[in-house]
């Protein structure tokens, strides 16, 4: 079965940087569809950015050119680069994929398979 474990979280200071990493088991990626997902408490989960499984890419509006995703389908990984955080961005942050989807859709029903999430604190 497919797992997924997210990795990278952390407390950092505003206008600080993270890189999230969420590697795969049990299959390989490079045919999925990928995205990174993020809920704060008392929010509805939101699509941060997603990447199909031919690198085509799309990014929430409050990224803002802040935040890129990649992959590397020789580790099975997939990453978040974060810069430029915010308060605002503190939440739990999710990893998700989706055999076969060749577009870069954002509709969080699309992907059926779920990491388990990381903690993001952005925090002086």
């Known amino acids: 079965q497919l797992q997924l474990v997210e990795s990278g979280g952390g407390l950092v200071q505003p206008g600080g940087s993270l890189r999230l990493s969420c590697r795969a088991s049990g299959v390989t990626l490079q045919d999925y569809g990928l995205g990174w997902f993020r809920q704060a408490p008392g929010n509805e989960r939101e699509t941060v950015s997603v990447i199909s499984s031919v690198d085509l890419t799309d990014y929430a509006d409050f990224v803002e050119g802040r935040f890129t995703i990649s992959r590397d389908n020789a580790k099975n990984t997939v990453y978040l680069q974060m810069n430029n955080l915010e308060p605002e961005d503190t939440a739990i942050y999710y990893c998700?994929?989706?055999?076969?989807?060749?577009?870069?859709?954002?509709?969080?029903?699309?992907?059926?398979?779920w990491g388990q999430g990381t903690q993001v604190t952005v925090s002086s």
């Open positions: 998700a994929a989706e055999p076969g989807l060749v577009g870069a859709t954002r509709l969080r029903g699309s992907y059926t398979y």
